[in-house]
């Protein structure tokens, strides 16, 4: 009787330790990326697309460019860059149940001296179809300063810009939304992608 309650006890001691550890097993993956895109190759003439999945994002528009001696990229020669000024980065579809968390990046408007001050409009997609938006400006720039006075600026996100699925980009001029025939640059992109495990 006595030998019975004990293995019975260690048998409930034993259900109740394994529990935190089935539990452990459905606790989302989260990687911390920042990309700096000085890894990838770089051909002249282009195109130089991001290849699928760099650091677990696709994107649509955006290229890999070098610096070519105006604005430099915030760390390394590359950066990526969206000509025109729109663009797209999503996470996949596979494998599912994945989001990310935008963090902070770099970013210049590159249209040449001078420029009028730009305007970035930022769009947030998440799961359910909630989007969430924003606008930054990039200062305009004027001629007769010397080459390294022309830097890109940075900038952070709070906790909205969580649980992403996509971000999408734009750029006009910030006096009268004009078109701005340039391109957006982004350099240092860094966010944090969880994947669901249950």
Known sequence: MKSTLITNLALAFSLAYASPVTHEKCRPVRTTHIAKYDDLPFVEPGPNPIPPHYYGLSYFT?????????????????WTMAFGGSGNISIP??????????????????????QPECAISIWGWKEGGKVIKRTINYPRLDPGHVIEDFKMNKTTFNWQWKDLKS???????????????????????????????C
């Open 62 to 78: 955006f290229q890999v460019d070098q610096y070519d001696g105006f604005i430099p990229p915030t760390s390394g020669n590359q």
């Open 93 to 114: 579809d596979s494998p599912p149940k994945q989001m990310f968390d935008l963090e902070s990046f770099s970013f210049a408007c590159d249209s040449g001296i001078p």
């Open 167 to 197: 971000i999408g980009f734009s750029i006009a001029r910030a006096d009268n939304g004009g078109d701005m025939y340039g391109g957006l640059a982004l350099d240092d992109l860094k966010y944090t992608i969880t994947e669901k495990q």
